[in-house]
């Protein structure tokens, strides 16, 4: 299942962006969509996840209380509103969906079956 990521670019610090990513719709419990980033030399990194079902959100510490990730079932999108924005989030920010996914797995990267091919975010200081 292809994911289409859009909505990154550039913006200065302390500015906001929303990412939107479509995916295939899920009722299963076990089913997560989250967002993960990559910056240049850094391997990739957990953001934010939510199961569809129950819409239980999960976030890396570090960006927990700046950015917010949620869903449209109508729609079947996830998205990530991103506040607050510092030089250290410019990375290439991937969405990902996976069908099993075990509550003691969710920030890994290998728990996600299917990914979107990533969208740039630049902040400048």
């Known amino acids: 299942v292809q994911l289409q990521a859009c909505g990154g670019g550039l913006v200065q610090a302390g500015g906001s962006l929303r990412l939107s990513c479509s995916v295939s719709k899920r009722t299963a419990s076990r089913y997560y969509a989250g967002w993960f980033r990559q910056a240049p030399g850094k391997e990739r990194e957990f953001v934010a996840t939510?199961?569809?079902?129950?819409?239980?959100?999960y976030y890396s510490d570090s960006m927990k209380g700046r950015f917010t990730i949620s869903r449209d079932n109508a729609k079947n999108m996830v998205y990530l509103q991103m506040n607050s924005l510092k030089p250290e989030d410019t990375a290439v920010y991937y969405c990902?969906?996976?069908?099993?996914?075990?509550?003691?797995?969710?920030?890994?990267?290998?728990?996600?079956?299917?990914w979107g091919q990533g969208t740039q975010v630049t902040v400048s200081s």
């Open positions: 990902a969906a996976g069908a099993s996914v075990i509550l003691s797995n969710i920030r890994s990267p290998h728990a996600y079956g299917n």
């Open positions: 939510i199961n569809w079902s129950s819409q239980s959100a």
